[in-house]
């Protein structure tokens, strides 16, 4: 059974970086044909897909988003990072790390992880 889970401040100050780890068990990251993304929840709206990391280390990231994200792993450690630059409140969300498979869908989700951006 995978497992992932979310990890990093809940409270970020504008114009700071976001930071959040996600550590895998159950599975590993480098499995073929499987990417690792990140996605968020904004209050009040729908899911925003932030973007992901193959199991080839290929990243793809969210054209709306590409500007200001960066995410990378540590295969040593099973895990994967994000991180978000210059904040603004608009980033408030309960962000989530997932594994999808080919078909894009995600099948495994952590639980999520509330991130507020204020000052």
């Known amino acids: 059974q995978v497992q992932l889970q979310e990890s ?28 690792w993304s990140w996605i968020r929840q904004p209050p009040g709206k729908g899911l925003e897909w932030i973007g992901y990391i193959a199991y080839s280390g290929s990243i793809y990231y969210s054209p709306s988003l590409k500007s200001r994200t960066s995410i990378s792993r540590d295969t040593s450690k099973n ?23 080919s078909a894009g869908t ?11 951006v204020s000052s």
């Not at 990093?8 to 990417?35: A, E």
């Not at 895990?79 to 498979?101: H, I, M, N």
């Open 8 to 35: 990093g401040p809940g409270l970020v100050k504008p114009s700071q970086t976001l930071s959040l780890t996600c550590t895998v068990s159950g599975g590993s990251i480098t499995t073929n044909y499987h990417y």
């Open 79 to 101: 895990q994967f990072t994000l991180q978000l630059s210059s904040v603004t409140p608009e980033d408030t969300a309960v962000y989530y790390c997932a594994r999808a498979g």
């Open 106 to 116: 995600p099948d495994y989700w952590g639980q999520g992880t509330q991130v507020t």
